[in-house]
């Protein structure tokens, strides 16, 4: 099972006790929108937001409406709303540089509890502005997810998806004022002080990595700490491009109503959880900006036994782990000797590199393009351990006594997300000593 207990906050539960105070608050609009001026308060309009704010004009936050409107049509294509019938649908947002002021406007009740960065109440919406523009603009598009759900979506989901889909939406990309939600970044530039690839990175080094059951259990205390944000962020991002999961994590919004949610995540991922939190590790371990989900994914084909010959196989330059279609035996020695010459970089030229790697750049403490190797357990489930993350420098070439009994699997070393441009193959001879 993916989770350790079920914990789902009943947010749908939470908005019935709020209705009430709801309706008071828009019963002020009209008293609101006459102080707003006076206060130092500008208002900006468009089709689906509202938004109030103390910040002096510029292009930036003057187009955030725009941007909302952009939103809203993802939105609704990603959870499956129909736009034309919820074409009055709107949300209100006060971005605030000074919360004094629009606590003495009347905008920011005394009711709204303490928030860091952003609070949302049904369709309502508190920003602290923030000092980069993506990163305001990812908040605007984080809690304006909130504010959808609540609205058209529902949520009494658990915790880990309700932030985990609002920060998978709010990553996006800006292109001449074309915005693209649920985008996976590809540089830590396009991303300004986001920092979420950053601290599953962290985690993972630390020896802190959160186990996908874990996060699954996170209650609605959780994200009073910025962390969780990221690893919610991992979960969803995970879970929504990965092509053998993809499908599944898309229907959970369908349920995001139900009490019983996080239930039915467990049921609809129960046939392959083994599986799925193999996957998961290896993501955690390799995670980086532009992570190529395709090339990632491991074909997980069990080797037959090399006995006392030898074998040689191919190895892409372009993916990750492959299987060698052999099995070693554990205890037994092995000499392995690579040859050939491929692609491993494209900018500022091609790069060529052997299987001893370049030495001019190194990735995870090794030079970029060596040859690695690890020996997974065709029966990973008993053993519980995942001999991918356990890689063995082999370079040009390298004698090993292997760990365990399983089959052979190689790759050269290089990011997950740079492995686009790499192309080519190299030869692997595996003797048995």
Request: charged share 25%; with cysteine; proline share 4%.
């Amino acid at each position: 099972m993916l989770t350790t207990e079920s914990r789902p906050v009943r947010f749908g539960s939470l908005l019935l006790a709020l209705g009430l105070l709801l309706s008071a608050a828009n019963a002020t609009v009209a008293a609101e929108e006459a102080a707003s001026p006076a206060a130092g308060i500008r208002k900006l309009q468009s089709k689906h937001l509202t938004l109030e704010t103390d910040l002096p004009a510029s292009k930036q936050v003057d187009a955030l409406p725009g941007y909302f409107d952009q939103a809203f049509a993802q939105w609704c294509a990603y959870f499956g709303v129909d736009a034309e019938q919820h074409e009055d649908w709107r949300a209100r947002c006060y971005l605030m540089r000074s919360s004094e002021r629009f606590k003495a406007a009347g905008l920011l009740p005394a009711d709204v509890p303490e928030f860091k960065s952003g609070y949302t109440r049904g369709d309502q919406i508190w920003l602290v502005d923030q000092s980069s523009e993506y990163y305001r603009r990812h908040l605007l598009l984080h809690e304006g997810t909130h504010a959808f759900m609540y609205g058209l979506v529902g949520a009494a989901c658990s915790p880990w998806y309700f932030e985990g889909v609002a920060e998978l939406l709010a990553t996006h990309r800006l292109d001449s004022d074309k915005l693209t939600l649920g985008y996976f970044p590809r540089s830590r530039e396009e991303v300004p002080k986001l920092g979420r690839i950053e601290i599953v990175q962290a985690g993972y080094a630390a020896r802190r990595a959160m186990s996908l059951a874990k996060i699954l259990a996170y209650d609605q205390t959780a994200h009073f700490q910025n962390e969780p944000y990221g690893w919610c962020w991992a979960a969803a991002a995970f879970l929504d491009g990965h092509p053998r999961y993809r499908e599944r994590f898309r229907q959970l919004s369908g349920w995001a109503r139900e009490p019983d949610f996080a239930q039915r995540v467990n049921k609809l991922f129960a046939a392959d959880a083994d599986r799925l939190n193999e996957d998961w590790q290896l993501f955690v371990a390799n995670l980086d900006y532009g992570y190529d989900f395709a090339r990632m994914d491991v074909d997980l084909v069990a080797g037959k036994p090399l006995g006392d010959g030898s074998a040689r196989v191919s190895v892409a330059a372009d993916r990750g782990w492959q299987s060698s279609g052999v099995q070693l035996q554990a205890g037994r020695k092995y000499h392995l000797r690579a040859s050939g010459r491929y692609q491993i970089a494209l900018e500022p030229r091609a790069w060529m590199c052997e299987p001893g790697g370049v030495t001019i750049r190194y990735y995870h403490g090794q030079p970029l393009g060596i040859l690695l190797a690890a020996v997974r357990s065709d029966d990973a489930k008993a053993t519980g351990s995942n001999g991918l993350l356990k890689p063995i420098v082999v370079g040009l070439e390298t004698t090993f006594e292997s760990p365990r009994t399983g089959t052979l699997y190689l790759r050269v070393n290089d990011s997950a997300g740079s492995l686009a441009d790499n192309a080519g193959t190299l030869d692997v001879e595996i003797v048995a000593e």
